[in-house]
């Protein structure tokens, strides 16, 4: 079982840019489909984007394409998302998520597709 732990959350004016870590707590997360997602209060979880086990493919929604990029440094057992132009509305809890890399689909945004979770990171965006 792979534990997740994010950070990097904080406090950004509405352009500026952030970046979120996610480590793993057990080697070979490559072989692991990640994910992130967000949530703000009173909504579901949502997709923000993904990231195949071999690093090689992404995947965004269509509100952070183009803004959000998903990386992995498999030396630090980590993945990272980074965020620029930051918008009011992306401010929310941001969680990373893993699924084993033959499991499912193979590019899964649903919260059901996802085994591992982190504990989550508040990013904050001030207008």
């Known amino acids: 079982q792979v534990q997740l732990v994010e950070s990097g959350g904080g406090l950004v004016q509405a352009g500026g840019s952030l970046r979120l870590s996610c480590a793993a707590s057990e080697r070979g997360l490559r072989s692991y489909t990640m994910g992130w997602f967000r949530q703000t209060p009173g909504k579901e979880r949502e997709f923000v984007g993904g990231s195949s086990a071999s690093g090689r493919g992404t995947w965004y929604a269509d509100s952070v394409k183009g803004r959000f990029t998903i990386s992995r440094d498999s030396a630090k057992n980590t993945v990272y998302l980074q965020m620029s132009s930051l918008r009011p509305e992306d401010a929310a809890v941001y969680y990373c998520?893993?699924?084993?890399?033959?499991?499912?689909?193979?590019?899964?945004?649903?919260?059901?597709?996802?085994?591992?979770w982190g504990q989550g990171t508040q990013v904050t965006v001030s207008s």
């Open positions: 998520a893993a699924v084993w890399y033959s499991k499912g689909a193979n590019y899964p945004q649903r919260i059901g597709e996802y085994d591992y």
